[in-house]
């Protein structure tokens, strides 16, 4: 199998990198080995890589800079191709044409040195064009969609397809009809705005960014979509809910850590989450789990776990919730080459799947 993918990637002149370490590379550090990392540099090559797969019958998974990836440490993946070389843009007057493998952060920065507004919340997100719009990312209400005209995909008949954004279901968090499909590119509408206002409002979004984000650690943002926008306040209704006081002057006590006036001692005491220690102290329910980021329950931070102990995690937060979360994250368990270790795959499996039922 693997002799027939360099085959092709030589025959197109792609590049690619044997026995790739999923474990070094990866945005969330966790997995371990590749057999096979792709790079196409262009979308004709992205497009011809897929049709000979296709024909040749062979199972490979697409993807930007898996910050929404969970990789198994209990197997080795076969082949997956990587978008991150796909980075081009072409900025006409009113529209913008950019390839799927872009940064987001990096496509804000370039429209806003055009003076476009309408993009300044997406500042920060650490994927690709391709992968927000697999998922619809988005923050401080602001989402990749909202100023999309259309998207270039390969269809599952391998032709490129263009779609309007009026014929998108748009959901929270996913797109259903680009739900495994191949994103090519994307077509987003431009709008002229003040150099000083999207200044502005960026520089809010990165600070607030930084405050509230783990920057230490290896992670993947938000594990759980959550009905609010804050899972902190969400779990704290949770497990407040029986008692009207403790529920009150908890919200007092968030509100005010979270006030402007408190962000120095915040800085100045960066690992103390107020909030966190103050459920603990209640005992109202303890996340003293070491593998919570100190700034929010809702993300990990990767102090060199296995992915069973980050799983664990997942579920722990699962069941805190009483089910009323629903997974971001992706945890990608198919693309098999070897099974290092049946046990542990069997138990990343079972964690794997009750995450997937969620009331929501
Ligand atoms: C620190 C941090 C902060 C984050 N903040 C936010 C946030 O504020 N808001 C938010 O919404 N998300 C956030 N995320 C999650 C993540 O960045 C987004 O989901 C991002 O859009 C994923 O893009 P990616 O290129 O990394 O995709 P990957 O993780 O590589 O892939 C995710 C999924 O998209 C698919 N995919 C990728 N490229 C393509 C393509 N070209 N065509 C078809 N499918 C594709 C993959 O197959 C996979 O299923 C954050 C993540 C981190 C680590």
């Known amino acids: 199998m693997l002799s027939k993918i360099t085959k092709i990637c030589d025959v197109y002149g792609i590049p ?10 990866s945005y969330s550090r966790t997995g371990t080995k590749l057999r096979i990392a792709i790079f196409p540099l262009s979308r004709e090559q992205l497009l011809n890589l897929h049709r000979s797969f296709i024909y040749e019958d062979i199972d490979y998974k697409v993807l930007g800079n898996t910050t929404n990836v969970l990789f198994l440490d209990s197997q080795i993946y076969k082949c997956f191709v990587f978008t991150t070389m796909l980075t081009d843009y072409e900025l006409y007057k009113n529209s913008v044409i950019v390839d799927c493998g872009r940064s987001v ?15 300044e919340g997406l500042e920060g997100i650490p994927g690709t064009i391709g992968g927000a719009l697999n998922m619809n990312a988005g923050a401080y209400g602001y989402c990749i969609t909202d100023n999309l005209i259309d998207v270039d995909f390969i269809d599952s008949d391998t032709n490129v ?23 090519l590119s994307a077509k987003f509408n431009l709008v ?27 992670n993947l943002g938000s594990i759980y979509i959550v009905p609010s926008l804050n899972i902190n306040q969400d779990l704290r209704k949770i497990h407040t809910k029986q008692n009207i006081a403790i529920m009150v002057l908890y919200w007092l006590l968030f509100k005010i850590w979270f006030t402007r006036p408190l962000f120095v001692i915040r800085r100045l005491f960066p690992s103390f989450n107020f909030p ?17 980021s100190k700034t929010t329950v809702n993300t990990f ?25 629903k997974l971001e994250n992706e945890i990608y368990i198919e693309n098999i ?18 995450l997937s039922r969620s009331k929501l």
């Open 192 to 218: 002229e705005g003040v150099h000083s206002r999207i200044e502005k409002l960026t520089r809010k979004f990165h600070i607030s960014r930084h405050q509230y984000q783990e920057w230490v650690y290896p």
């Open 301 to 325: 931070a990767n102090k060199n776990y296995s992915t069973l102990e980050l799983l664990e995690y997942f579920v722990q937060l699962h069941k805190d919730s009483n089910g009323m979360i």
């Open 337 to 354: 080459d070897t099974v290092l270790d049946p046990d542990m795959r069997a138990r990343q499996l079972k964690l794997a799947s009750k």
């Open 276 to 292: 966190f220690r103050l459920l603990k102290f209640l005992k109202i329910k303890s996340y003293n789990s070491e593998v919570a």
């Open 105 to 119: 952060t990096e496509f804000v920065r370039d429209l806003s040195m055009h003076s476009i507004t309408g993009f």
């Open 16 to 25: 690619y990198k044997r026995e790739y370490n999923l474990g070094k590379n």
């Open 161 to 183: 397809r263009r779609i309007a954004k009026s014929d998108l279901t748009i959901l929270n968090r996913s797109i259903p009809q680009l739900k495994d499909k191949i994103i």
